[in-house]
């Protein structure tokens, strides 16, 4: 086989309630807005488009290890420990539910935050290489 899977182009986000959910990844994270209907909204931010999807109640995109710890499905990346700090600030001010900054034993930092219907999200200090070439970041 020749060809080969590119990109993730789309990540989908259960929700329960569609028009709050957008204005607070609007508001929140500063996302842009594509396209709202009342069962989804599309928008870009992160490189990608995230469709929010009007779902069951208690739906979510978390999930439980082996251990039985829930996990998030989704890490973003910012360029650096004092890029992970400021936004992590900036999440505590704007009153979004964030974990502690923490040392997972691997390079960077990580913390976690969740939106509205308690998806849970990832955090990380360090930006892939192949971004930072893509994107000529040198620090």
């Not at 204005?23 to 599309?42: F, Q, T």
């Not at 360029?79 to 505590?92: C, M, S, Y």
Request: proline share 1%; charged share 30%; glycine share 6%.
């Amino acid at each position: 086989m020749r060809e080969k899977l590119l990109r993730v182009g789309t990540t989908y986000i259960p929700v329960t309630n569609v028009e709050n959910s957008y204005e607070w990844y609007v508001n929140k994270l500063g996302a842009e807005l594509s396209y709202k209907d009342e069962d989804k909204a599309i928008l870009n931010f992160a490189n990608q488009s995230i469709f929010l999807v009007k779902s069951k109640e208690s739906q979510s995109s978390n999930f439980y290890d082996c251990y039985g710890t829930e996990r998030f499905s989704i890490t973003f990346e910012v360029n650096g420990l004092t890029a992970l700090e400021a936004i992590h600030r900036d999440f505590t001010d704007k009153e979004i539910r964030v974990g502690e900054i923490e040392n997972r034993g691997h390079s960077g930092r990580n913390f976690v935050f969740f939106d509205l219907d308690g998806n849970k999200f990832d955090v990380w200090s360090e930006l892939s290489p192949l971004f930072k070439e893509k994107y000529l970041i040198t620090q």
